[in-house]
């Protein structure tokens, strides 16, 4: 079964390890939350997984359907079906929605095995216009440049709206709900639930709740320190709406954490 | 207006450094006969300047960042008729304004002068031919608006190129005649220590309006020899006249080029210029606009992209000589490899000039670490009531976007190059034309891999 797998994984930043050997499976189909104090490693993970040059792995894999992929660029792991939704989306300052997405779906047809030819521009507008309308984005934003300007909800959106279009096997959705009102999250998480499917794993790193009450998770994880310390189903995370993290930080020890 | 003559800062060089460059092989016997007294007059007091200036030298301010010392000074002549040299290719030849057509084409340089015009806009008074033939039907015109704007005495090169322009552009449109289709023209050059001399002389009388595509290009060359480019463009804007003047050089990576080009705006005036930079070895550009009454216009946008080891000086000037005049110059550019550019622009206010909206900017973006922009604005403000503003950057290409880029699947060329397009994509919003456009667009990725 196509999956994407960690296997007890380590990474450090600056020498500094962030991440102390972690395993998770996320088979496709599947919807897994990562949920964990601040300054667990939640994003690190993200980053790790993507690629980023600052995180340096030190131990472990990541394999995407059996292939190791931690030899592989990141715009290569982004072709093998890996996708990062941002926390904090950067802006492209003079590059349209359109043209950055086209360039990315391009870049993916050109790299398929055989390699398929360019995406015409009449029916890149409507494949866009079909996801904006499931989005229920404004088609005005395809001729914005990418996160100039936009409001922290428009980031999101537009976050899922790449999601929507590129259509990876494996989608991590790092804290796409902080930062937005009770209306965004919902708006963005109907998105991500019109996307998914059974062709789709996700990972939903978030540290509230409330997110999972519209992407209703198959697995909950609680991170500590760099490792998964708990798993179980959504009862899990409502345990945490309830009572916190402090128990968390109880019963694994606080003593590295500060 | 009623301040006094207000003093027009030119730029000119000292004259007194002599400098290691040996003079140039041209002659006094290369200056073109003209029947006309005063053409005569003009080009004969040129080379009289052009003998007594010495070559300016990096101890002139305005040539303090660009060593010209390795111009091959002795080595150039003009190309020989004898020679068939290899001509432009056909996408130059093709209006690089699309529309229904062309009003008219000037082709010259290396190949043989062809020239173009529509027989209505000749019926109407309207001459876009080259000097030779202007001497010949026009002469008094020609002679009576030569020199006007642009004096030989400013510098060395300048008083060579008044001297000895064989090849020359004149544009001139009558009162209130509106050209609808763009006139365009292309200056070729090819051979090995070649030399080409240009001047192009636009003036558009009151009222009048006209879109003027000029391109200067070449093979892509030898970095072995040199080629040798001096030119002088004139620009007169009348009253509640309106051009469009879209300058673009290609030249080919061994051309030298020096010009010095001005132009004058008159009341309600406008000027929108766009000048884009991709060739040459070294080039050393003067670009003023003088606002002399009120109303006029001038907006300058303009585009570079260095590689190698090329070297682009750009010298602006934006000269606001009466009150309530307008200026918005512009300048974007990136520079790659070995490469390097100078931008130095300076926004006069005269005395009494009120009610003057001044505005500057040049943006650079470095994308090798052995590449380096200097850029380097000015204010000179000698009026009470004006809204002046600039501002200049160097800058990288920011790891964070790149890795934005990389996430959604794009490689890294390809990242680079939508980061530079977007880069540039403020400058090509103010060319209203996707020829334009797409020609700089087209160099820049023939740079960016490896062209």
Same mark, same amino acid.
């Given at each position: 079964m196509s999956a994407l797998e960690i296997k007890n994984l380590h990474v450090s930043i600056d020498e500094t390890p962030i991440i102390k050997g972690l395993n998770l499976k996320v088979n496709k189909g599947e919807v897994h939350a990562i949920m964990g104090p601040n300054g667990t490693g939640k994003s690190t993970?993200?980053?790790?997984?993507?690629? @980023?040059?600052?995180? &340096?792995?030190?131990? /472990? !894999? *990541?394999? #995407?359907?059996?292939?190791?992929? %931690?030899?592989?660029?990141?715009?290569?792991?982004?072709?093998?079906?890996?996708?990062?939704?941002?926390?904090?989306?950067?802006?492209?300052?003079?590059?349209?929605?359109?043209?950055?997405?086209?360039?990315?779906?391009?870049?993916? @047809?050109?790299?398929? &095995?055989?390699?398929? /030819? !360019? *995406?015409? #521009?009449?029916?890149?507008?409507? %494949?866009?216009?079909?996801?904006?309308?499931?989005?229920?984005?404004d088609y005005a934003f395809g001729g914005r440049y990418l996160n100039e300007g936009f409001s922290g909800g428009e980031k999101k959106r537009t976050e899922v709206l790449q999601l929507a279009v590129l259509e990876p096997a494996f989608a991590i959705l790092d804290e796409t709900d902080s930062g937005l009102d009770i209306d965004a999250i919902r708006i963005v998480s109907e998105g991500v639930n019109a996307v998914k499917g059974p062709n789709m794993g996700v990972m939903v790193i978030t540290h509230y709740q409330r997110i999972l009450n519209y992407i209703k998770p198959d697995f909950v994880h609680i991170m500590f320190d760099g490792r998964i310390v708990e798993s179980g189903d959504q009862e899990l995370s409502l345990l945490l709406e309830d009572e916190g993290y402090d128990w968390v930080r109880e019963k694994y020890g606080l003593a590295e954490a500060s | 207006m009623t301040s006094k003559a207000p003093k027009v800062?030119?730029?000119?060089?000292?004259?007194?450094?002599?400098?290691?460059?040996?003079?140039?092989?041209?002659?006094?016997?290369?200056?073109?006969?003209?029947?006309?007294?005063?053409?005569?007059?003009?080009?004969?007091?040129?080379?009289?300047?052009?003998?007594?200036?010495?070559?300016?030298?990096?101890?002139?301010?305005?040539?303090?960042?660009?060593?010209?010392?390795?111009?091959?000074?002795?080595?150039?002549?003009?190309?020989?008729?004898?020679?068939?040299?290899?001509?432009?290719?056909?996408?130059?030849?093709?209006?690089?304004?699309?529309?229904d057509g062309r009003s008219g084409q000037i082709v010259s340089g290396a190949i043989e002068t062809q020239i173009n015009l529509d027989q209505e806009l000749v019926r109407k008074g309207v001459i876009f031919t080259n000097f030779h033939t202007a001497e010949i039907n026009n002469p008094e015109l020609l002679s009576k608006l030569l020199g006007k704007i642009v004096s030989p005495d400013e510098d060395k090169f300048t008083a060579l190129a008044a001297a000895l322009s064989k090849d020359g552009v004149f544009l001139y449109v009558p009162k209130n005649v509106v050209i609808d289709q763009p006139l365009h023209s292309l200056y070729w050059g090819a051979g090995e220590n070649?030399?080409?001399?240009?001047?192009?002389?636009?003036?558009?009388?009151?009222?009048?309006?006209?879109?003027?595509?000029?391109?200067?290009?070449?093979?892509?060359?030898?970095?072995?020899?040199?080629?040798?480019?001096?030119?002088?463009?004139?620009?007169?804007?009348?009253?509640?006249?309106?051009?469009?003047?879209?300058?673009?050089?290609?030249?080919?990576?061994?051309?030298?080029?020096?010009?010095?080009?001005?132009?004058?705006?008159?009341?309600?005036?406008?000027?929108?210029?766009?000048?884009?930079?991709?060739?040459?070895?070294?080039?050393?550009?003067?670009?003023?606009?003088?606002?002399?009454?009120?109303?006029?216009?001038?907006?300058?946008?303009?585009?570079?992209?260095?590689?190698?080891?090329?070297?682009?000086?750009?010298?602006?000037?934006?000269?606001?000589?009466?009150?309530?005049?307008?200026?918005?110059?512009?300048?974007?550019?990136?520079?790659?490899?070995?490469?390097?550019?100078?931008?130095?622009?300076?926004?006069?206010?005269?005395?009494?000039?009120?009610?003057?909206?001044?505005?500057?900017?040049?943006?650079?973006?470095?994308?090798?670490?052995?590449?380096?922009?200097?850029?380097?604005?000015?204010?000179?403000?000698?009026?009470?009531?004006?809204?002046?503003?600039?501002?200049?950057?160097?800058?990288?290409?920011?790891?964070?976007?790149?890795?934005?880029?990389?996430?959604?699947?794009?490689p890294k060329d390809e990242a680079r190059q939508l980061i530079v397009m977007g880069f540039f994509e403020r400058i090509m919003d103010r060319i209203p034309f996707e020829g334009v456009q797409n020609r700089f667009k087209d160099a820049i990725i023939d740079k960016m891999s490896g062209g």
């Amino acid at each position: 079964m196509s999956a994407l797998e960690i296997k007890n994984l380590h990474v450090s930043i600056d020498e500094t390890p962030i991440i102390k050997g972690l395993n998770l499976k996320v088979n496709k189909g599947e919807v897994h939350a990562i949920m964990g104090p601040n300054g667990t490693g939640k994003s690190t993970l993200a980053y790790a997984v993507m690629g @980023h040059p600052k995180y &340096e792995i030190t131990d /472990g !894999d *990541i394999l #995407v359907d059996g292939a190791s992929v %931690l030899e592989l660029a990141p715009d290569e792991r982004s072709r093998a079906g890996v996708f990062l939704a941002f926390q904090y989306p950067v802006s492209i300052p003079g590059v349209t929605v359109a043209n950055f997405l086209r360039t990315a779906l391009n870049a993916r @047809h050109r790299h398929m &095995e055989p390699p398929q /030819g !360019d *995406i015409s #521009v009449l029916e890149f507008r409507k %494949l866009l216009k079909s996801k904006m309308d499931l989005l229920e984005m404004d088609y005005a934003f395809g001729g914005r440049y990418l996160n100039e300007g936009f409001s922290g909800g428009e980031k999101k959106r537009t976050e899922v709206l790449q999601l929507a279009v590129l259509e990876p096997a494996f989608a991590i959705l790092d804290e796409t709900d902080s930062g937005l009102d009770i209306d965004a999250i919902r708006i963005v998480s109907e998105g991500v639930n019109a996307v998914k499917g059974p062709n789709m794993g996700v990972m939903v790193i978030t540290h509230y709740q409330r997110i999972l009450n519209y992407i209703k998770p198959d697995f909950v994880h609680i991170m500590f320190d760099g490792r998964i310390v708990e798993s179980g189903d959504q009862e899990l995370s409502l345990l945490l709406e309830d009572e916190g993290y402090d128990w968390v930080r109880e019963k694994y020890g606080l003593a590295e954490a500060s | 207006m009623t301040s006094k003559a207000p003093k027009v800062i030119i730029k000119k060089s000292s004259g007194r450094t002599r400098e290691s460059l040996s003079e140039f092989k041209f002659d006094q016997k290369q200056i073109p006969l003209a029947k006309e007294a005063g053409l005569r007059d003009y080009r004969e007091n040129a080379w009289e300047n052009y003998q007594k200036l010495s070559f300016p030298s990096l101890k002139d301010e305005a040539w303090r960042r660009t060593d010209i010392r390795r111009l091959n000074t002795g080595a150039f002549s003009f190309p020989n008729k004898e020679i068939e040299y290899q001509g432009p290719p056909n996408k130059l030849l093709d209006p690089v304004i699309l529309g229904d057509g062309r009003s008219g084409q000037i082709v010259s340089g290396a190949i043989e002068t062809q020239i173009n015009l529509d027989q209505e806009l000749v019926r109407k008074g309207v001459i876009f031919t080259n000097f030779h033939t202007a001497e010949i039907n026009n002469p008094e015109l020609l002679s009576k608006l030569l020199g006007k704007i642009v004096s030989p005495d400013e510098d060395k090169f300048t008083a060579l190129a008044a001297a000895l322009s064989k090849d020359g552009v004149f544009l001139y449109v009558p009162k209130n005649v509106v050209i609808d289709q763009p006139l365009h023209s292309l200056y070729w050059g090819a051979g090995e220590n070649t030399a080409f001399i240009n001047h192009i002389l636009v003036w558009l009388e009151d009222g009048a309006q006209v879109t003027f595509v000029h391109e200067s290009s070449s093979p892509k060359g030898d970095l072995g020899s040199q080629v040798f480019h001096d030119g002088i463009v004139e620009i007169y804007v009348g009253k509640n006249a309106h051009l469009n003047f879209v300058e673009l050089q290609s030249w080919g990576q061994n051309v030298w080029s020096f010009t010095r080009e001005r132009a004058k705006v008159m009341g309600d005036g406008k000027l929108d210029w766009i000048f884009g930079a991709m060739g040459t070895q070294l080039t050393k550009n003067f670009s003023d606009i003088d606002l002399v009454e009120p109303g006029a216009e001038g907006r300058i946008s303009g585009f570079y992209f260095a590689n190698g080891t090329q070297h682009l000086d750009h010298d602006t000037q934006q000269n606001h000589l009466a009150g309530n005049t307008i200026s918005d110059l512009l300048y974007k550019g990136a520079l790659m490899d070995e490469s390097r550019s100078v931008w130095q622009g300076m926004i006069y206010v005269a005395p009494g000039a009120d009610g003057t909206d001044g505005y500057q900017a040049n943006r650079n973006l470095i994308l090798s670490k052995g590449a380096r922009a200097d850029s380097i604005p000015g204010l000179e403000i000698l009026a009470d009531d004006v809204r002046c503003t600039h501002g200049a950057t160097v800058g990288k290409i920011d790891e964070d976007e790149l890795f934005y880029l990389y996430s959604r699947g794009i490689p890294k060329d390809e990242a680079r190059q939508l980061i530079v397009m977007g880069f540039f994509e403020r400058i090509m919003d103010r060319i209203p034309f996707e020829g334009v456009q797409n020609r700089f667009k087209d160099a820049i990725i023939d740079k960016m891999s490896g062209g």
